[in-house]
């Protein structure tokens, strides 16, 4: 803080102490006093002017004065503050100071032991290795002596093993000459050695060049058996090259197979292609086709609507025709399908007639009986194609009745008024266009059975034994009309229109 700031300068204020130059003061005093005395009165009220100026201007002077005065005790009691906050810090320092300097001290007194601790140690382990080397000094000594004694030892040694050099020298002078004598010995020994060993390599040379002989032969037989496999050997290479000629046009073939299972794919994959064009149009008729489903349905469902409304019609139209008016229709029509039969069930229709077959045996008036009673009359004859069908007829049952004792049928026809005119039940004579008699019929034999001697006036049809032969349609016999046959029945076929 600078308290010079806040201090009012004291230079800025103009006042000249009062008595600062009395003699200026008392020279105007004088010039006041110097005129008439007129003018006191005037004198005394600008002298009392004055004194209350500069009692105003003192009194300001007081008042700046003590202002700078209190300012400057508050500064120094700030100040006072601040050095006692520093004596504080600073005792706080130094008592952490001595605090450290004590611990330092401890810390050196410590320090200081344990060095003179040291140093006494050191001194003691001096001390020791004195002694030590003392000792070593005297053992060295005594090493001393007792090397140089060894020495003097060693000395005596020498000379006794020189001497024994010598001795051993003339030995082995001695001992060379025995050697010599005996090298030459040894000499002869060789020779007779070598002698022996020369001819004992004669030998060994004989037994190598039979060996050699032998190995030549060897040599000889293994050159033939390489020969041998040489040859083998080449058929082999032949042969693998042949194999390789096989496989080489093998896999030529495989090349070929392979370009064309790669065509094949190709063909393949535009198939695939074709086909997924053709999926996805069938794609499309599926689309159409659904929608073409949506409006049958529709159309179905107007069609049960209908179907409904026809089935009502049809019951109606039933409940008529099942009427008991009506009731033989049903003898030719199917109840449940409506579909009728221009002929009974069991009949046969063949050019606008109906013809049936019954099972059983019967006279002719009885068999003709019967054929009424169904609504027609014994079969006639027209013409070529009626003969036909009706031949064809008992053939057939013939051959799908083999239970069935089968003779002849029945046709109406007969000759009972006058011996040999034939006349068919509706009246007509029989024309020479339309006959067809079996070979030799009619010939109206007289059976031993037959009584009242009536002979053979009835004619009845005889199956052929093979259909479409010659003359397989010539198969009417004549026949005695009280013997029992199959019948051949005709009805005329309900006509619609
Ligand atoms: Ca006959």
Avoid at 6 to 35: C, F, H, T, W, Y
Avoid at 43 to 57: C, D, F, G, P, Q
Avoid at 282 to 300: F, K, M, P
Wanted: proline share 2%; aromatic share 6%; glycine share 2%.
């Amino acid at each position: 803080m600078d308290n010079k700031d806040d201090m009012i300068n004291l230079e800025d204020i103009q006042v000249s102490p009062r008595g600062e130059d009395p003699g200026e003061e008392e020279a105007k005093i004088a010039d006041v006093e110097a005129p008439a005395p007129k003018c006191n009165t005037i004198e005394v009220s600008l002298l009392l002017n004055n004194a209350s100026k500069e009692n105003n201007r003192l009194s300001l002077l007081l008042n700046a004065t003590q202002l700078n005065f209190s300012l400057l005790l508050n500064n120094a009691s700030k100040e006072n503050n601040r050095l006692s906050l520093l004596l504080n810090a600073t005792q706080l320092k130094s008592s952490l100071l001595l605090n450290n300097a004590s611990k330092e001290n401890n810390r050196l007194s410590l320090l200081l032991n344990a060095t003179q601790l040291k140093s006494s140690l050191l001194l003691n382990n001096s001390v020791k290795e004195n002694n030590r080397l003392s000792l070593l000094l005297n053992a060295t000594q005594l090493n001393f002596s007792l090397l140089l004694n060894n020495a003097s030892k060693e000395n005596n040694r020498l000379s006794l093993l020189l001497n024994a050099t010598q001795l051993k020298s003339s030995l082995l002078l001695n001992n060379a000459s025995k050697e010599n004598n005996r090298l030459s010995l040894l000499l002869n020994a060789t020779q007779l050695n070598f002698s022996l060993l020369l001819n004992n390599s004669v030998k060994e040379n004989n037994r190598l060049s039979l060996l050699l002989n032998a190995t030549q032969l060897n040599f000889i037989l293994l050159l033939n058996n390489a020969s041998k496999e040489n040859n083998r050997l080449s058929l082999f290479l032949k042969s693998t090259l042949q194999e390789k000629k096989d496989l080489q046009l093998k896999n030529k073939e495989l090349d070929t197979f392979l370009n064309k299972t790669l065509k094949s794919f190709n063909v393949v994959s535009e198939e695939n292609s074709l086909l997924n064009l053709h999926w996805n149009k069938s794609l499309n008729t599926i689309e159409i086709l659904t929608a073409d489903s949506q409006q049958l349905r529709q159309v179905l469902n107007y069609e049960k609507q209908t179907t409904t409304q026809l089935e009502t019609e049809n019951r109606l139209q039933k409940s008529i025709l099942f009427s008991n008016r009506l009731s033989f229709l049903w003898k030719l029509c199917d109840k449940d399908t409506l579909k009728c039969s221009r002929c009974l069930p069991g009949w046969a229709e063949h050019a606008s007639r109906c013809y049936i077959l019954p099972k059983g045996q019967e006279k002719w008036e009885k068999a003709r009986r019967n054929c009424i009673d169904d609504g027609g009359d014994l079969a006639v004859v027209l013409n070529a194609d009626d003969q036909a069908f009706l031949t064809n007829m008992t053939f057939q049952f013939v051959h799908q009745h083999p239970e069935e004792r089968f003779l002849s049928a029945w046709i109406g026809l007969e000759d009972m008024v006058k011996e040999g005119v034939h006349l068919w039940v509706d009246g007509n004579k029989v024309t020479w266009r339309v006959i067809y008699w079996k070979k030799d019929e009619p010939n109206n034999a007289m059976a031993s059975w037959d009584r009242d001697r009536a002979g053979q006036d009835c004619v009845a049809i005889v199956p052929p034994k093979v259909i479409g032969e010659k003359h397989w349609l010539n198969s009417w016999d004549d026949i005695v009309c009280g013997g029992k046959r199959h019948y051949l029945c005709e009805a005329t076929a309900l006509s619609l229109s």
